[in-house]
């Protein structure tokens, strides 16, 4: 009798060490990218053949006892990070608990919404396709006093940090309640002060920003561009054409590209365009903002060729300065020609 009892004993030993190997022992494959998606709209046998077909788990036998044991009903979908050898316990619990991985969007520069809405297709669950449905639709846009060529104003270039199955409007609200914390009284004042408004800023440092990389030279850019506007002079600046033409490749502007047809051509226009041309750095937005009081008309990059830029209120000396620069332009492109030639 005794010798039964035991083996019984010895039974529910195994037994129960087995179940708990299956249940809290390494059991997790991690998928390929590390991360396994559930998608909004699926549902508990969806999330099985994922795991499954994933090769995250073999069977779902062990799942399967493990989510009735925890009441693992409701499917939460999401970004979740799996790591190899993680038990079926923590697995259940992770999906259930909604232990969701954080998407970091990174925004430097975009410069068309639709590399905008590109970068949040690939971050995020929902494709370009939404994203660009929304920055085209004006009443998406209206309550936040934009438009669909205003819509880079809610973005300042930053690190934010989202669920993967957040919607575009949650995804451009967020921007958007950042961009307001942005615009505190401090930089709204000195907007002011340039008779600008923050959406004014926003597209004059945008045009900066495509200028130069030059910190020292932006706060007098954005003079000149200023002085331009108060003499109700065209602003005449080449980005806005590379802009209108959708070519951000071009490395001189000739007189061919600058009767272009359209409202962002500001050698056509007066004034700013009707929106940003890019989403310009914080660096680039402040410089507009503190920039100096000057008597800049014109400005044209310095004949070395070094990316600083030399600025005049003579229109002779500019045109002295503008000769040199394209000579030297002339002279690298022969150079670069002749070498092209010897090879």
């Known amino acids: 009798m005794k010798k039964l009892i035991w083996s019984v004993f010895l039974i529910l030993i195994i037994v129960v060490a087995f179940i708990g190997w299956k249940v809290l022992g390494p059991a997790v494959h991690q998928p390929e990218g590390k991360y396994f998606y559930v998608r909004t709209g699926s549902n508990y046998d969806s999330v099985i053949k ?14 399967n006892l493990v989510a009735r044991q925890l009441k693992y009903k409701t ?8 790591r190899n ?8 619990r992770i999906l259930k608990n909604d232990r969701q991985s954080p998407v970091n969007l990174v925004i430097i520069k975009f410069r068309t919404r639709e590399e905008f809405a590109k970068r949040i297709g690939k971050e995020f669950e929902t494709d370009s396709l939404k994203m660009i449905s929304f920055l085209t639709n004006p009443d998406s846009l209206q309550h936040y006093g934009l438009d669909t060529n205003t819509w880079a104003c809610a973005i300042i270039p930053d690190t934010y940090t989202y669920f993967w199955n957040t919607t575009p409007s949650k995804i451009f609200s ?9 615009w505190a009284d401090e930089r709204k004042r000195k907007a002011l002060n340039h008779n600008l ?6 597209t004059l440092a945008s045009i900066i920003e ?10 007098n850019i954005a003079s000149v561009y200023i002085n331009r506007i108060v003499n109700g002079m065209p602003l005449q600046a080449d980005p806005t054409v590379k802009f209108a033409m959708r070519d951000f490749g071009l490395k001189r502007i000739y007189e061919k590209y600058l009767s272009f047809s359209s409202p962002y051509n500001t050698y056509v226009n007066k004034g700013l365009p009707p929106g940003p041309v890019c989403t310009p750095s914080v660096e680039t937005i402040d410089e507009v903002l503190n920039s100096p009081k000057t008597d800049y008309i014109y400005f044209v990059a310095n004949s070395d060729l070094n990316g600083g830029s030399v600025f005049t ?7 002295k300065y503008a000769k040199l620069y394209q000579q030297a332009l002339d002279k690298q492109d022969s150079i670069r020609k002749a070498r092209q030639n010897s090879q």
């Open 50 to 63: 994922g795991l499954i077909g994933n090769k995250i788990i073999h069977n779902s036998t062990w799942f």
């Open 313 to 319: 209120s003579n229109y002779e000396e500019h045109l």
């Open 85 to 92: 050898g993680m038990s079926i316990l923590s697995l259940v």
């Open 75 to 82: 499917i939460k979908p999401g970004k979740y990070e799996l």
């Open 174 to 182: 967020k921007l958007n309640s950042a961009s307001q914390k942005f």
């Open 197 to 202: 408004t923050p959406v004014q800023v926003y």
């Open 210 to 219: 495509e200028e130069t990389n030059f910190k020292n030279d932006k706060g």
